[in-house]
């Protein structure tokens, strides 16, 4: 096996075991195991277990920013970039369900603010640009968008952790429900919204 060869494979090993077990429930010994390697080869590669779990982190926040940043293409129309959006996280959870388990879990020593907390301030970024045209055109201001923006986001991430264990419906009709209830939503926004409770 090459180096490249032991490095992928020690990363597949590392996923499998810190998304059922965590980072502090998982040992370097179990690693080694599982991996059929000694320890030292895992230090050699990676210098730590927390090392080991950093690359795992970064490599799946790279797959899934990637999928999420392909889907928020300018040419597309805002409600079918929120549509796609929507469609990439639960393609990322259906196909990997222990990514998404670890980027919710620990957050590694590089993203002490966590792994999916960035992931979300970088697609929330994207989200408010994309919504900022559209705002702009009803009279709503910046400030505005932002919130909104970071409205959205939530709901799309708190119905994609809602769905790695529920699964059901499928991952379409899930997306199609989400942009239902946001685009809609959007429609029928009132600039000076109040709450019912303070008449």
Known sequence: MTAAQRRSQLIDIGRGLFATRGLDGTTIEEIAAAAGVSKPVIYEHFGSKEGL?????????R?????????LTDEAKPRV???????????????????????????????????FSTLLSHVTARVEHILSDEFARRGFGAADGAMYAQMLVGMVAMTGQWWQDSRTPDKRAVAAH??????NGLTGLQ?????????
């Open 53 to 61: 779990y950093t690359q795992v982190v970064e490599f799946e926040f």
């Open 63 to 71: 797959i899934l920013l990637a999928a999420i940043n392909g889907a």
């Open 81 to 115: 970039q929120v549509e796609r959006a929507a469609l990439a996280l639960l393609t990322y959870i259906e196909d990997r369900t222990d990514g998404f388990r670890i980027l919710m879990r620990d957050a590694p020593p590089s993203q002490p603010e966590g792994a």
């Open 178 to 183: 989400l942009v239902n209830l946001a685009w």
């Open 191 to 199: 600039k000076e919204p109040e709450l019912k409770s303070d008449a």
